[in-house]
């Protein structure tokens, strides 16, 4: 069975410095890796996802996040936050093999401070 | 172009009551979701359709819940009788290709809040 941990229910960060969600997975198979992003009231946004290739993959909003297969991880990254990046953000996964339905963590609250 | 969209936004009924949701897919979208998603939680699919043809509904608990895409388009969600622990948001999601690797995204509609009382 697949299953992704985002070990932290909210993340604090002030304006203009770095930030990072984090996002571990488990999954039989090669994984392919999924960041959505969810405003109050409103479904979920894709952000990114990694399929293959670079480790490092970039999305919208400056986002970006960084496989690391021996880690099993998929954190989530922006250099410079912004106030409007608050909000929920959701890590996904689901393995390779045929029609493999995506497994979401909990969600991780980010709050960026003025 | 436009979103999933879905209806109502939001319900309100009483334990025992049925409650049904709507959902239209972006136009040319093979692969259509629902999700259930609890509070606190992230989204659980409930169902995946491949045009008109179900693909996985290990999750739907089939004794009161049940899902039908007619003409592999529209869809609709229905829970009958509905239970206090079905209050959550119900996510219709759809993607584009069709096929036995579809790792394209998922592009989600705003979602239904039912609530249970």
């Known amino acids: 069975a697949q299953s992704v941990a985002q070990p932290e229910d909210q993340v604090n960060v002030a304006e203009g410095n770095p930030l990072t969600v984090k996002c571990t997975y488990s999954?039989?198979?090669?994984?392919?890796l999924f960041w959505y992003v969810q405003y109050p009231n409103r479904g979920l946004q894709f952000l990114l996802k990694?399929?293959?290739?670079?480790?490092l993959v970039k999305g919208s909003y400056g986002f970006e996040a960084e496989f690391n297969k021996s880690q099993t991880s998929f954190h989530l990254k922006k250099p410079s936050a912004l106030v409007s990046d608050s909000a929920l953000y959701f890590c996904?996964?689901?393995?390779?093999?045929?029609?493999?339905?995506?497994?979401f963590g909990k969600g991780t609250m980010l709050l960026v401070s003025p | 172009e436009a979103g999933v969209a879905q209806s109502p936004r939001y319900k309100i009924i009483e334990k025992r009551q049925s409650v049904a949701f709507w959902c239209n897919p972006i136009?040319?979208?093979?692969?259509l979701y629902w999700y259930q998603q609890i509070l606190g939680q992230g989204p659980k699919l409930l169902i995946q359709?491949?045009?008109?043809?179900?693909?996985?509904d290990s999750q739907l608990p089939k004794d009161r819940f049940s899902a039908e895409r007619l003409k592999g388009v529209d869809s609709t969600l229905k829970i009958q009788p509905a239970k206090l622990e079905d209050s959550a948001v119900y996510l219709c999601?759809?993607?584009?290709?069709?096929?036995?690797?579809?790792?394209?995204?998922?592009?989600f509609g705003p979602g239904t809040r039912l609530t249970v009382l």
């Open positions: 999601a759809s993607s584009r290709r069709s096929g036995t690797s579809t790792i394209d995204e998922q592009f």
């Open positions: 136009s040319g979208h093979a692969t």
């Open positions: 999954v039989s198979g090669n994984p392919y």
């Open positions: 990694y399929i293959t290739g670079d480790n």
């Open positions: 359709f491949q045009n008109n043809g179900v693909v996985d």
């Open positions: 996904a996964v689901r393995d390779d093999s045929g029609y493999s339905t995506l497994t």
